[in-house]
């Protein structure tokens, strides 16, 4: 093989995990912008492909090119509908055939057998078929709501999505000693939304769920949450879905097992390679609705934004190796406190020594919420345009993120409220996030109640504690 010096499909790996360390920063710097379930799928797909494409990207020259096409392959069978545009985005920007690398567009929702031949569930389409299934399969009676979400696209602040999980009663089908089946229901484009804050097992189910579908999307109705919106999907969680009537329905749509990637290792940058994974799981904890830390997000950027265009580039091991080894130590002696934080956090993991540096800055530490601090919490922020952004309910937990200013700045509050008290059902659009005057927060000494003030009325979730930081 002859190294042209063009970008080859090695080199766009590594373009392409810079353009994530690009994204993050974007992300921290606007947190009004800030896309979490796209973040989030960002660094899941790094999460079992980082090593495997620095490997390709350090390759020998004669094997450089082929393990990277098997690593573009695997992502591309990986990645949802959106990741898989970024991905053709960034690959078509670069010359090279997005197509011809991450394999012919597919229907992302067909089921898949894993590697012991199993058929596994995916994501499928909410159309009135779906819901004969789902009532073939499972009784919902007596089952209960589990979970329920509202998450703002950040770039587009009139499209929220929406996430709703149920416990079914029981199977229709061999019941076995499996543990009961979850249903989990997606909407990427939610027009309108209603569901509670409530304690668990307060929300039970009586019933299979009424499914609307209409030409331009479908609506779910279910004890006290109502959906409706575009690019609706159900998921069966479920250890035996394989005997279900929804699989045998699905057989025909088996799509190939996942595309194998050449075991390989990284040459002359594993210490680099094994950082930005652990940097990434880092990342990836955001996915837990009371640990967004959009200064990780920025710190991440700060030490390897713009690391991977070296990293990838084809030269001899022994002088990638000096390279690498002068890197890491420039990132070693960073003088940037969000990034000596984290560097020292994710390197306790890798036994590397961080060198201690004055006045660095500590993740924001969430405070208690109590009859002393309720009032004053509030106070410290510019509410002005405040919007609700994310909601996220379990039975012993409500998450909520609201969009602030603080020191001239935009940023974002995290209120975290565990053991709900009474029954808060929330209803919300997408042109109705907006709050209509500042939230009050009140404590006393056996709860606490937030109200939030929206333009379909006010929503006030109590609980028996709390606390909150601004990111």
């Not at 652990?278 to 955001?286: E, G, K, P, S, T």
Request: glycine share 10%; charged share 25%; net charge neutral.
């Amino acid at each position: 093989m002859i190294w042209t010096g063009r970008t080859d499909e090695a080199a766009a790996l590594g373009l392409l995990l810079d353009r994530t360390y690009a994204d993050a920063a974007a992300a921290a710097a606007h947190p009004r912008l800030l896309d979490r379930e796209f973040l989030i799928g960002q660094f899941d797909l790094w999460d079992n492909h980082l090593l495997p494409a620095v490997a390709a990207g350090t390759a020998p020259l004669w094997k450089r090119r082929s393990a990277a096409r098997a690593v573009w392959r695997r992502l591309g069978f990986m990645a949802s509908a959106d990741h898989r545009r970024w991905m053709a985005g960034h690959l078509d920007g670069l010359g090279l055939d997005p197509a011809a690398l991450l394999g012919a567009e597919r229907d992302d929702r067909a089921p898949f057998r894993s590697g012991d031949g199993r058929l596994i569930a995916a994501q499928q389409p909410v159309t009135a078929r779906a819901a004969e299934l789902i009532h073939a399969d499972y009784d919902l009676t007596g089952g209960a709501v589990v979970g329920a979400r509202l998450d703002v696209h950040g770039p587009d602040p009139q499209r929220i999505g929406g996430f709703v999980k149920v416990s079914a009663g029981s199977r229709r089908y061999p019941d076995a000693e499996a543990g009961p089946p979850e249903l989990h229901f997606r909407f990427g484009d939610a027009t309108a939304l209603t569901f509670p804050h409530a304690g668990r097992g307060e929300v039970r189910l009586s019933g299979s769920p009424a499914v609307v579908v209409t030409g331009d999307g479908a609506g779910l109705d279910l004890a006290d949450v109502r959906l409706t919106g575009r690019d609706v999907t159900w998921y069966p969680h479920d250890a035996l879905w394989e005997e279900s009537a929804a699989a045998r329905d699905a057989v025909a749509g088996v799509r190939e097992t996942a595309p194998e990637i050449p075991e390989l290792a990284a040459r002359g940058a594993d210490l680099l390679g094994g950082l930005q994974l652990m940097i990434m799981v880092q990342l990836r904890m955001m996915r837990h609705a009371h640990l967004l830390r959009r200064g990780e997000l920025a710190a991440a950027a700060t030490l390897c934004g713009g690391l991977n265009a070296g990293l990838f580039r084809a030269r001899p091991t022994a002088v990638r190796a000096r390279w690498a080894a002068r890197r890491m130590r420039e990132i070693l002696a960073t003088q940037d406190g969000r990034a000596h934080a984290l560097l020292r956090h994710v390197g306790r993991r890798m036994a590397i020594e961080v060198p201690e540096l004055p006045g660095a800055t500590a993740p924001p530490t969430p405070v208690r919420i109590t009859v002393g601090t309720a009032a004053r919490l509030l106070g410290e922020l510019d509410l002005t345009g405040s919007r609700l952004r994310f909601v996220d309910v379990e039975p012993d937990r409500t998450v909520v993120h609201l969009d602030v200013r603080r020191g001239g700045r935009e940023t974002i509050v995290v209120i975290v409220l565990t053991e709900p008290l009474g029954h808060a059902p929330l209803t919300v659009t997408p042109d109705g996030l907006t709050l209509t005057r500042p939230p009050t927060l009140a404590a006393t000494a056996d709860d606490i109640a937030l109200t939030i003030p929206l333009p379909g009325g006010d929503w006030t979730p109590r609980a028996a504690a709390g606390s909150w930081y601004v990111d």
